[in-house]
């Protein structure tokens, strides 16, 4: 997009100013080498950190100088993206010539507060507030095994092995040795190793975020951001029971695609028709058509070079449903799809892109993406129009089965 201003210190800036939105929305990000060993401290660490700092050691006074900024908000979490595990703080507060006041770099300090100084007490967090929080970590890990289409995911990942096999919350097994201190420990690992990224949508210039984020500037190192590599083993195929009503069809596709190159832009065209959207090749034919799913799509990961299907299905139609989607990627491999389904996917693409301009989280989360894309969004924009159906054909061909999971249940 243009306007954004990328430029690095010890930390890493993106920044978009832009008078069109009241607030400023600023994204600091925590970015360390994705493992098993530290997932579950790391995952439960930002809930743990935005509860309270060594300042405002209860939810309620830290509260307070939040609603003072007129009800500036704070909101931290955890996810893993490609080969890292991110933990992200994002900051929302009024834009400063509305109030004319220096709401931002108020607020910025109360995120130093967070970040430099938490609530911890001889090398250990706060025991009540962690026990608080493993119980509602262990809420969300159990409610993931109650949604059966995220559920259903998870194992087909377990099946592909390496960083897409591990929970992004961890689990409750591993749940069980976290402990005040190991998550200091994790903390301090945090601050002293990690890659941050900042992230800065609003009416705002370079100098002025410099200067707020300058006391940021001794946190992190230069870790150098690891993509996934591609691995393809044998074909598996796994089926599991449980006492469901609707049945869950998941499909894991390789493809071997680099995600900086214009090929992984492309491919969001090929994965528009072929289950991206609703006028899609599954949509149409596999639910349509057929009336064998009350869902059927695809979702393109360019980072893990994988294309994922699910379904939920009559687990009696299970083969049928899987011959129908192998008959949709043959279309696609053989040309068989309309110029005009291909200018409709297009335009949804293009739909998409300029809905960013119109949300500052959606904004930021397309700038995070831009860091392993070389392109700028009107370049990207550029590729999906300059896609032919030539190179959906060349791409789809590229499309590889590797795993199929079916959790098998009773028909609804």
């Known amino acids: 997009m243009k306007g954004i201003e990328?430029?690095?210190?010890?930390l890493n800036y993106s920044v978009y100013p832009t008078k069109k939105f009241k607030t400023t929305t600023c994204l600091v990000s925590f970015a360390a080498p994705l493992s098993a060993?530290?997932?579950?401290?790391?995952?439960?660490?930002?809930?743990?950190?935005e509860?309270?700092?060594?300042?405002?050691?209860?939810?309620?006074?830290?509260?307070?100088?939040?609603?003072?900024?007129?009800?500036?908000?704070?909101?931290?979490?955890?996810s893993k993206i490609g080969k890292e595990h991110v933990i992200q703080f994002q900051l929302e507060v009024v834009n400063d010539h509305l109030v004319g006041e220096d709401v931002l770099s108020q607020a910025i300090k109360l995120l130093e507060d967070v970040l430099l100084r938490p609530n911890v007490y001889d090398g250990s967090f706060q025991p009540l507030i962690v026990e608080q929080e493993l119980r509602l970590q262990r809420q969300r890990i159990e409610s993931v095994y109650d949604?059966?289409?995220?559920?259903?995911?998870?194992?087909?990942?377990?099946m592909l092995g390496g960083e897409l096999a591990i929970p992004s919350l961890g689990t409750l097994e591993q749940l069980k040795d976290v402990t005040p201190r190991s998550l200091y420990e994790a903390y301090d690992a945090m601050i002293k190793n990690d890659r941050v990224?900042?992230?800065v949508v609003g009416d705002v210039n370079r100098e002025q975020v410099e200067t707020a984020f300058e006391p940021l500037e001794s946190l992190g190192s230069k870790l150098v951001r690891e993509l996934p590599v591609p691995k393809v083993g044998e074909f598996q195929r796994l089926e599991e029971q449980q006492d469901v009503k609707q049945s869950k069809l998941h499909l894991a596709y390789a493809i071997d695609v680099d995600p900086r190159t214009e090929d992984a832009i492309r491919m969001q065209v090929v994965n528009g028709l072929f289950g991206g959207f609703p006028h899609s090749k599954l949509f149409m034919n596999v639910r349509e058509k057929e009336s064998l799913a009350y869902y059927a799509a695809s979702q393109y990961s360019a980072l893990s070079r994988k294309l994922f299907v699910y379904a939920g299905i009559d687990g009696a139609n299970q083969q049928k449903t899987e011959d129908i989607?192998?008959?949709?990627?043959?279309?696609?491999?053989?040309?068989d799809f309309e110029e005009e389904t291909l200018q409709?996917?297009?335009?949804?693409?293009?739909?998409?892109?300029?809905?960013?301009?119109?949300?500052?989280?959606?904004?930021?989360?397309?700038?995070s993406g831009a860091d392993v894309r070389p392109f700028s969004l009107d370049e990207e924009l550029a590729i999906i129009e300059q896609?032919?159906?030539?190179?959906?054909?060349?791409?789809?061909?590229?499309?590889?089965?590797?795993?199929?999971?079916?959790?098998?249940?009773?028909?609804?």
């Not at 990328?6 to 010890?10: D, E, G, L, M």
């Not at 939810?59 to 955890?78: I, K, Q, R, V």
């Not at 949604?147 to 377990?158: G, P, V």
């Not at 989607?325 to 279309?331: G, M, S, V, Y």
């Open 387 to 412: 896609t032919t159906g030539e190179h959906v054909v060349e791409l789809a061909r590229n499309i590889k089965l590797q795993a199929v999971y079916c959790l098998k249940g009773g028909e609804a």
């Open 147 to 158: 949604d059966k289409m995220r559920f259903a995911q998870q194992r087909l990942q377990d």
């Open 37 to 49: 060993e530290t997932i579950a401290d790391r995952a439960l660490l930002p809930f743990i950190m």
């Open 325 to 335: 989607i192998a008959e949709q990627l043959d279309a696609l491999q053989n040309g």
């Open 197 to 199: 990224d900042i992230y």
């Open 344 to 367: 409709q996917t297009k335009e949804m693409l293009f739909h998409q892109r300029r809905q960013l301009g119109d949300n500052p989280r959606q904004l930021i989360a397309w700038m």
């Open 51 to 78: 509860k309270s700092t060594a300042t405002y050691p209860s939810m309620e006074l830290f509260h307070t100088p939040l609603e003072e900024l007129y009800d500036a908000s704070l909101y931290a979490g955890a």
């Open 6 to 10: 990328q430029f690095q210190h010890q």
